[in-house]
């Protein structure tokens, strides 16, 4: 069975500077996606960015990056000029590309960005 | 278009009653699944249904069950509470692409809890 694990309960930065967030997990599939999810105090999930396990090149999206390393089964995410409106929940999530329907999630990581 | 939509969003229930959760979904989605998010837990996966008339177990199925009847609407009801069950229940849909490129839209979330 898939694991994915967030091994940082809570995280710090100052704004306007970068912070990475962790995530490993374990399969055996070598087909997959991986994602990661913000969750600020209004508790409504927001997709922050999106990985297909069979490309190499890591995906941005705007202030948002990530590290895909998939010999490692690491996927960090990366957020740039901290802005007060990051702080918030960040999930890792994965998903087989075939057969299972089910999301599996980790246990999250709480971004406080200081002012 | 109103996304995912769930009924109630807070619920104070008393040991052993019972409820119904509901859950919509106005973008044609065949996948719906039924996480709940406890603190530390992440979202646990309780059932899901890859389409009308179809459900599956998650994670942690015990003392809940779910039906949909109507491919935009996937009821979770518990039917005697326990405090066990208090938590934040959130609802997503996908749409069920093969490959599973698909991102999962989520409602606003209910938050219960059973006295």
């Known amino acids: 069975a898939q694991t994915v694990t967030q091994s940082q309960p809570e995280m710090s930065v100052q704004e306007a500077e970068t912070v990475t967030l962790s995530c490993t997990y374990d399969?055996?599939?070598?087909?997959?996606?991986l994602f990661w999810y913000k969750q600020p105090p209004s508790r409504q999930m927001i997709l922050v960015i999106r990985?297909?396990?069979?490309?190499?090149q890591n995906a941005t999206e705007n202030r948002f990056s990530v590290n895909f390393q998939k010999a490692a089964k690491s996927f960090s995410l990366k957020i740039s000029d901290s802005q007060l409106g990051d702080a918030a929940m960040y999930f890792c999530a994965y998903r087989s590309a075939w057969g299972t329907y089910k999301y599996i999630f980790g246990t999250g990581t709480r971004l406080k960005v200081l002012a | 278009n109103a996304g995912v939509t769930q009924t109630p969003k807070f619920r104070v229930l008393k040991t052993g009653q019972s409820m119904t959760l509901l859950c919509a979904q106005d973008m044609n989605h065949e996948y719906m699944y039924w996480y709940r998010q406890d603190p530390g837990m992440g979202l646990r996966l309780i059932h899901y249904s890859v389409g009308e008339g179809t459900t599956a177990k998650g994670e942690v199925p015990d003392g809940y069950n779910v039906s949909r009847l109507k491919k935009q609407n996937f009821l979770l009801g518990l039917e005697s509470a326990a405090p066990s069950q208090t938590s934040v229940y959130f609802c997503?849909?996908?749409?069920?692409?093969?490959?599973?490129?698909?991102?999962?839209?989520f409602g606003p979330g209910t938050r219960l809890t059973v006295l």
């Open positions: 997503a849909s996908t749409r069920g692409l093969a490959g599973g490129a698909d991102t999962q839209y």
């Open positions: 990985q297909e396990a069979y490309k190499q």
């Open positions: 399969t055996s599939e070598s087909d997959y996606y």
